[in-house]
């Protein structure tokens, strides 16, 4: 199994990366395969789904889907930040990593289930640290695609979760961690005593900028609130 993160942005959408949607609508298909007798996709609250309907963007690397049964009692939507990115900014990065999760089936409700209750939130803490400006070809959509990098790098299926700064407001929507190769190297001591020299790398992490997000979303009609 693996785990994403969404975003919710009103009473009846959430915004996640493209790669972790795409991985959810796969398990959906494979429902009929026999390998695969079940394919639960668990949204944080019982009886809560997606719906039919769901955009995709590949380029930046963002969806957003239908939700159904939303709770009453989640009332936090995301703001999203208007302005310009500032580097250096102060960040917190959310989502739920992959660790140690036991999963059962149960056959009377025909679906796994967690055997550990909630998985844990996994923060991690760092700043901004410059926006890249993507080229979008042949066909760029209708609105800048930036991308927000962080010193921060997200976990392995953190992805969809959101940026925040002090506030709460959101900056990005997390979709990727890059190792940046430095270009230098450090010298160490093997176990046979042998000097050897290790490359040093940078580990930093990637979203989708609020400005892309909410052009995405004015696409295709979807509200959300701002900063």
């Known amino acids: 199994m693996g785990l994403g993160a969404w975003v919710m942005v009103n009473d009846n ?62 009332t936090e939507r995301a703001r999203f930040r208007t302005g310009p990115m500032k580097p250096g900014a102060s960040i917190l990065r959310m989502g739920f990593p992959f660790h140690n999760l036991e999963v059962a089936f149960d056959n009377e409700s025909g679906e796994f289930k967690f055997n550990t209750g909630t998985p844990a939130m996994f923060p991690t803490e760092g700043i901004t640290t410059r926006l890249l400006i993507l080229d979008v070809k042949p066909t760029p959509p209708p609105y800048p695609v930036h991308l927000v990098e962080t010193s921060s790098p997200g976990i392995k299926h953190q992805s969809g979760g959101p940026i925040l700064d002090v506030e709460g407001t959101v900056w990005a929507i997390q979709t990727k961690t890059r190792l940046l190769d430095l270009g230098i190297s450090g010298q160490v001591i093997d176990s046979s005593g042998s000097e050897i020299a290790v490359p040093q790398y940078l580990n930093s992490g990637f979203g989708a900028d609020a400005e892309t997000v909410m052009g995405f979303l004015d696409h295709h009609g979807i509200s959300y609130q701002t900063d």
């Open 13 to 74: 959408w959430g915004v996640t990366a493209a790669h972790t949607a795409q991985l959810v609508q796969e398990m959906y298909d494979a429902k009929g395969d026999s390998r695969i007798p079940n394919a639960t996709v668990w949204l944080g609250a019982n009886q809560m789904r997606l719906g039919q309907t769901y955009y995709l963007d590949q380029a930046a690397d963002i969806a957003v889907f239908e939700i159904e049964n939303l709770p009453e009692r989640w």
